[in-house]
């Protein structure tokens, strides 16, 4: 899944650099997210995955949205 959404990340933002990307990677912090990337990263998640988002996505982490993706893709 890690991999998937690193896809989704670089569609976001393709001059991001995604080597490092861990499950601990912080979304605003260490990929440089502001509050578009973050809806297009929720966007792109949704179209993915199939989930639904009916709040704001308040991740920090990568492993935060693996979480959420889990216990919600159907």
């Known amino acids: 899944m890690l991999e998937r959404l690193k ?3 670089k569609g976001v933002d393709p001059d991001a ?3 490092n ?3 601990d990677t912080k ?3 260490d990929l440089h997210f502001d ?3 973050i809806m297009m990263f929720a966007m ?3 179209d993915e995955f199939g989930v639904q988002f009916d709040e704001p ?3 920090v982490t990568v492993k935060d949205v693996v979480d959420y ?3 919600n893709k159907k």
């Open 7 to 9: 896809e989704l990340m």
């Open 17 to 19: 650099d995604l080597d």
């Open 21 to 23: 990307v861990t499950l």
């Open 27 to 29: 979304l605003i912090d």
């Open 35 to 37: 509050s578009l990337g």
């Open 44 to 46: 792109a998640i949704e």
């Open 57 to 59: 996505m308040n991740f």
């Open 69 to 71: 993706i889990e216990a």
